[in-house]
Nanobody, 123 residues
Framework: QVQLVESGGGLVQAGGSLRLSCAAS????????MDWFRQAPGKEREFVAS????????LYANSVKGRFTVSRDNAKNTVYLQMNSLKPEDTAIYYC????????????????WGQGALVTVSS
């Protein structure tokens, strides 16, 4: 059974930084695409970033490119989302997700979710 446990959310001023962590058990993060999604109040869940199982290729949504960085620590079996230059529009619940395969295919291939971490960016 796959379990994803997130930590690191909180309140930060615009321009600040936060780092989210996603500790995985029951699945080795180097073998699967690990994604971050977010959902703001009244909006649909949207893709943020992905790190592939093969080679560690990364993908980003245009809205966060250049500000967010997804990475992983293989020894800790943990994936991270470093968020810099945060904006009020980044306010959302952030979810870690694991896909069935090693490359990014989006929501249709997600089979495990973290509990979510609230990120609030004040102006």
């Amino acid at each position: 059974q796959v379990q994803l446990v997130e930590s690191g959310g909180g309140l930060v001023q615009a321009g600040g930084s936060l780092r989210l962590s996603c500790a995985a058990s029951g699945r080795t993060v180097t073998n699967y695409a690990m994604d971050w999604f977010r959902q703001a109040p009244g909006k649909e869940r949207e893709f943020v970033a992905s790190i592939w199982g093969w080679g560690g290729r990364t993908l980003y949504a245009n809205s966060v490119k250049g500000r967010f960085t997804v990475s992983r620590d293989n020894a800790k079996n943990t994936v991270y989302l470093q968020m810099n230059s945060l904006k009020p529009e980044d306010t959302a619940i952030y979810y870690c997700a694991s896909e069935r395969g090693p490359v990014y295919n989006g929501l249709r291939d997600v089979d495990s979710w973290g509990q979510g971490a609230l990120v609030t960016v004040s102006s």
